[in-house]
């Protein structure tokens, strides 16, 4: 069983939804969270950092992390086209010297 | 702003060649790695380093070695590239316990 599981889609939206992404994962050692979004052609920027459970917001988006589920989210509210783009999840455990660990990453397509 | 640059954004080589990917990151960052990103099977780790010429193996070290002689550099090379080689390949860096920047990439074509 890899460590973390996303459904890699395609997700496809109309402009203005509310898209919801997620991902799971089986280690409970894991502590701190992470968004990226990958533009095509491009390497994964750093979209959402999160340290231990809880939500955190930034403009249109939030990130939710249950850690009794060992479940992640990602929500972008009045989704646009500029949103559309590769969604990686990733986290990692202290001990690791940095080490991360990905989901295989969601293609999002949000059409005007 | 973390500046994570790679040498070349596209290159093609011949099986067999031995091909060097160089990365280079301006924030003094102890951790460095390198990933294979393919359709379908996502980021990949091959190598990673925490210091100075120090170094681990990742998921699929075969066929890869790294070299980390400066801080803010760090090597990849390809011993005798093959087909299978042909991916694109990201660079990170970060400090301990903190997000991963990552380079634009390198699309490595081996004919």
């Known amino acids: 069983q890899k460590e973390v599981e996303q459904d890699p889609g395609p997700l496809s939206v109309p402009e203005g939804a509310i898209v919801s992404l997620n991902c799971t994962y089986s280690n409970s050692a894991f502590q701190y969270f992470m968004w990226y979004r990958q533009y095509s052609r491009k390497g994964p920027e750093l979209l959402m950092y999160?340290?231990?459970?809880g939500n955190k917001e930034d403009g249109r988006f939030t990130a939710q992390v249950d850690k009794s589920s060992k479940y992640i989210s990602l929500f972008i509210r009045d989704s646009q086209p500029s949103d559309s783009a590769t969604y990686l999840c990733?986290?990692?455990?202290?001990?690791?010297?940095?080490?991360?660990?990905f989901g295989r990453g969601t293609q999002l397509t949000v059409w005007p | 702003d973390v500046k994570v640059t790679q040498s070349s954004r596209y290159l093609v080589k011949r099986t067999g060649e031995k091909v060097f990917l160089e990365c280079v990151q301006d924030?003094?960052?102890?951790?460095m790695f390198w990933y294979r990103q393919d359709p379908g099977l996502g980021l990949r780790l091959i190598y990673f380093s925490y210091d100075v010429k120090m170094k681990e193996k990742g998921d699929i070290p075969e066929g890869y070695s790294v070299s980390r002689e400066k801080k803010e550099r760090f090597s990849l090379i390809l011993e005798s590239a093959s087909t299978n080689q042909t991916s694109m390949y990201l660079c990170?860096?970060?400090?301990?316990?903190?997000?991963?920047?990552f380079g634009d990439g390198t699309r490595l074509s081996i004919l």
């Open positions: 990170a860096s970060s400090s301990q316990g903190q997000p991963q920047h």
């Open positions: 990733a986290m990692g455990r202290g001990s690791t010297l940095g080490r991360l660990y």
């Open positions: 924030m003094d960052h102890e951790n």
């Open positions: 999160t340290y231990s459970s």
